[in-house]
Nanobody
Framework: QVQLVESGGGLVQPGGSLRLSCVAS????????MGWYRQAPGLERALVAT???????NYADSVKGRFTISRDNAMNTVYLQMNSLKPDDTAVYYC???????????????WGKGTLVTVSA
C-alpha cells in the first residue's frame, strides 16, 4: 500500500526557516511529479511548488525566491526548504506525488495527511 508521510512542520518566528520532508513508501514502481500544496484556515488548498522526476520545478508566485523544492529520486523523497517565512505562510502543508504502484501499474495521484506550519512571533 502506497503512502506519503510528511515531516518537519512546526512553529517558527517570522523570518525563520523550516525544511519539510515527504517520503513515499510502499510497493512503488515509479514516481513522477512530486509537490507541495498548502491550505490556510478558511482558504482552499493551493499549489506551493512541484518538481518533475527530471528536476523541473514550478512555484507559486507567493513563494518564489523564498522556498526551494528538491527531491531524492532514489529515496522517493521530496523536500521543501522554506526561508524568510511570513505569517501568511501559516498553513497545513500537504505532499502529493504521481505514483505507479506494483502490482497494478495503474498510476494515481497520492496525498499525505499534512504537516502544520505556524509562523508567529
Amino acid at each position: 500500500q502506497v503512502q506519503l508521510v510528511e515531516s518537519g512542520g512546526g512553529l517558527v518566528q517570522p523570518g525563520g526557516s523550516l525544511r519539510l520532508s515527504c517520503v513515499a513508501s510502499g510497493n512503488i514502481y515509479s514516481v513522477k511529479t512530486m509537490g507541495w500544496y498548502r491550505q490556510a484556515p478558511g482558504l482552499e488548498r493551493a499549489l506551493v511548488a512541484t518538481i518533475t522526476s527530471g528536476g523541473l520545478t514550478n512555484y507559486a508566485d507567493s513563494v518564489k525566491g523564498r522556498f526551494t523544492i528538491s527531491r531524492d529520486n532514489a529515496m522517493n523523497t521530496v523536500y521543501l526548504q522554506m526561508n524568510s517565512l511570513k505569517p501568511d505562510d501559516t498553513a497545513v502543508y500537504y505532499c502529493t506525488a504521481d505514483i505507479t504502484p506494483r502490482p497494478t501499474y495503474v498510476s494515481a495521484n497520492y496525498w499525505g495527511k499534512g504537516t502544520l506550519v505556524t509562523v508567529s512571533a
